[in-house]
């Protein structure tokens, strides 16, 4: 079958923000504008298309990142909108890892905002090319020069203004594009959002407007020598040589263009749409997708239809009217609904039911798909959100997601017996389509705890039960997700020995325990010099001391991070040694380790901020020194002040209703997860008297 748009012509972008910068109805706008929607949906009065979960609907947030397709220009557009609280932080990274291209959208008056600088980093890891969406330019306090010197100090950007506002605030009534030199206006009344006038600029802008555009050709004047020459020599330089210069910034993430606008007024949301055409990668634009053979080895797969088949699964979802959906990113090849494709990262073969087009929770049932395109394939039983599927003769696995830690655990009970199979089942769904929320039973309590990402996330999926699932649970008090290290090394003796009759068990190790930075995780190496243990039992002793390591250590029984265990050397019996003696022998020496090194516990600490009016910032700082937070930085703001800190997340339940009982209700706050960090003796010794005291009682 014929492609219907040139893969050269598709954009697969996700538009990544800060909660309330205004993604959803920036998405809104584009939907509109480009013909997938005939009425533009609001957020704010749960009409917003890409707003499809009841949650969200009510509550004004975005929870699931929803895929849609729509056209610009001939090009196809493959959008995806993320949400923007820090409790769906998977979402963003999910979308991120399969996309080509992303719209960051900033607020006019907070800026660079804690979740802004998250997001930032997440599509710094996966390379994703940018553009920035000022948004909000209509607002009171919008300042967009404020908003660039965040960009460059907090997220070490290099924007390039690509327009200049005319008017502003509530006077803002259009834009100069700097690269056409012309100004485009949009009507104060008019019963059609669409229209706009194109004008000359306006006198008394066209000094700033020459200036500006100065600004931007320097911008990008250092990387090409051609335009540095010109530019000295006064040489008027035209506009689809710019954008030539500046989308091949874009892709190589040197520069980020950055648009102006107000998309709740729709004003500069076309422009952006351009923007979107003329500078962010197609599938052929980007480095090809790499992965690794059975044999270890690096394949790469160019975005071809004529290359083998392969994709990876992001995400996984139960739709009440098709069943389970998993959704895919196709790099190479074409999928056609109904043939045979191989799991590689499972080793298991998978038949494909049927492919749909996603338009947000409604679907478009389609043939095929093809390298580039982003699909949902219905039939899928054994893949699951990070899996590679591909061509059975030319196997490959992709690069797996990067899944954040959950930071926070609740004990969850259902409201009957008769519910508690159920409750299992539902809570297994909700699992496999969020990686970062995770269910176990606790082996002393008996009791099914949650863990996710913080308290609105796991609220969402106690919600999620009741209403899709028709399950009804109690919610314990939350817990904090501690974790145990080392601050000095130690070498131990790890021996298992056992002889009853017959063959006996030998397993005899000697291991190094080294702290590592926070954030490492746990790693194991072998140093073993000679044969004082034999190579087949080299991954025996990792997986062991690993496995101790993730049950938890030796204080608090909480799980060990931050560790690198190195085995050098040990003895073994000819008969008697096997892989499960030397096992056993790795997890002895790695808890005889902790006891040794003297293991401390780590708290998560979450960065907050805090925007408050100057009359109250004595109470907001009093209030976070009791919580044992340090204040970082108090910065000034219009008409308010900035607080940051750091803050122990055990210390932040029931933050919000204090800090607007505190304010009057006129302060908000933005909380992430920061780090891990080492829990004061004295609150440890409370942590652990508790935890032993709830054993005891469950016993």
């Known amino acids: ?102 719209l960051a959208v900033f607020c006019a008056v907070g800026g660079v905002q804690p979740q802004s600088e998250t997001v930032w980093r997440q599509a710094d890891r996966y390379g994703v090319p940018r553009l920035a969406f000022i948004n909000k330019m209509d607002r009171l306090g919008a300042d967009y020069q404020k908003c660039l010197s965040e960009m460059v100090d907090r997220l070490t950007a290099k924007p390039v203004l690509t327009q200049i506002p005319i008017g502003a605030e ?64 006064n040489k008027e330089i035209e506009a689809a040589r710019l954008k030539a210069i500046l989308r091949e910034a874009t892709i190589s993430l040197k520069r980020v ?61 139960s739709d009440p009217y098709v069943g389970h959906l998993t959704f895919l990113r196709v790099y190479s090849g074409i999928l056609k609904s109904g043939e045979q494709v191989f799991n590689s990262t499972r080793e298991k073969k998978e038949k494909i039911g049927r492919l749909l087009k996603m338009h947000a929770n409604k679907r478009e049932e389609i043939k095929e798909a093809e390298a580039g395109d982003i699909v949902a394939a219905v039939g899928l039983k054994n893949s699951s959100t990070g899996d590679t599927l591909c061509d059975e003769r030319d196997p490959l696995v992709l690069e797996r997601l990067h899944i954040p830690e959950p930071v926070i655990h609740i004990a969850l ?13 539902a809570l297994g769904k909700l699992a496999s389509e969020d990686p970062s929320f995770r269910v176990r039973t606790d082996k002393e309590t008996g009791e099914t705890v949650i863990s996710g990402m913080g308290e609105l996330h796991l609220e969402i999926i106690v919600d999620r039960l009741l209403r899709e699932f028709k399950v009804g649970a109690n919610l314990g008090a939350p817990q904090v997700a501690y974790r145990e290290t080392i601050t000095k090394s130690v070498e131990v003796e790890g021996k298992h020995i056992r002889q009853s009759g017959g063959r006996g068990q030998y397993g005899h190790v000697w291991l190094r325990l080294e702290p590592l930075p926070p954030g490492s995780g746990l790693l194991y190496e072998t140093a073993v010099v000679g044969g004082t243990v034999p190579k087949e039992y080299h991954a025996a002793v990792g997986e062991g001391a690993l496995e101790a390591a993730r049950k938890g250590g030796v204080r608090g029984g909480f799980p060990v991070t931050d560790l690198k265990v190195t085995l050098f050397d040990g003895s073994f019996h000819e008969v008697d040694s096997s ?16 006891r040794k090194a003297g293991s401390i516990i780590l708290e998560p600490i979450m960065d907050l901020e805090v925007v408050t009016p100057e009359d109250f910032v004595g109470d907001v700082i009093g209030d976070l020194n009791a919580r044992r937070a340090r204040v970082n930085a108090l910065d000034s703001l219009a008409g308010a ?49 508790q935890r032993e005291a709830k054993k005891a009682s469950a016993q």
Not at 16 to 35: M, P, V
Not at 413 to 425: A, C, F, M, V
Request: glycine share 6%; aromatic share 8%; proline share 6%.
């Open 1 to 102: 079958m014929a492609r219907q748009v040139p893969i050269a012509n598709t954009r697969n972008i996700g538009i990544i923000a800060h909660i309330d910068a205004g993604k959803t109805t920036t998405s809104e706008r584009i939907l509109f504008y480009t013909g997938v929607s005939t009425k533009i949906g609001e957020v704010h009065d749960g009409q917003a298309v890409m707003d499809w979960m009841e949650q969200e609907q009510e509550r004004g947030i975005t929870i699931t990142s929803a895929a849609t397709t729509c056209f610009w220009r001939k090009h196809r557009l493959n959008l995806i909108d993320t949400p923007g609280h820090v409790d769906f932080t998977i979402e963003v990274e999910r979308s991120l890892r399969v996309l080509d291209g992303a």
């Open 170 to 233: 509530d006077k803002f009534e259009g834009l100069v594009d700097l690269l056409e030199m012309k100004a485009i206006y949009y009507p104060k009344t008019s019963d059609d959002p669409t229209k706009f006038e194109i004008k000359p600029i306006p006198e008394s802008l066209l000094e700033e407007a020459k200036q500006a555009r100065a600004n931007l050709v320097e911008s990008l004047a250092d990387l090409d020598d051609a335009l540095i020459e010109d530019f000295l020599d």
């Open 257 to 317: 263009p950055v648009f102006l606008g107000s998309a709740f007024k729709n004003k500069g949301v076309q422009p952006l749409l351009d923007g979107v055409v003329d500078y962010l990668p197609s599938p052929l634009d980007i480095k090809a997708m790499e992965g690794h053979a059975p044999d270890g080895s690096l394949v790469s797969r160019p975005a071809d239809d004529a290359a083998p088949f392969s994709a990876l699964a992001f995400k996984l979802m």
């Open 413 to 425: 009970t259902p409201k009957s017996k008769d519910e508690r199979d159920k409750l299992g089942q």
């Open 579 to 594: 892989e499960m003696a030397f096992s056993v022998a790795g997890s002895i020496g790695l808890k005889e380790g902790l």
């Open 641 to 689: 002040r900035l607080v940051k800190a750091s803050a122990p997340l055990a210390a932040m339940f029931g933050y919000s209703t204090e800090l607007r009982s505190k304010t009057q209700g006129r302060a908000t706050f933005a909380m992430q997860f920061g780090s891990y960090q080492p829990l004061p003796e004295n609150v440890a010794a409370e942590v652990i008297a």
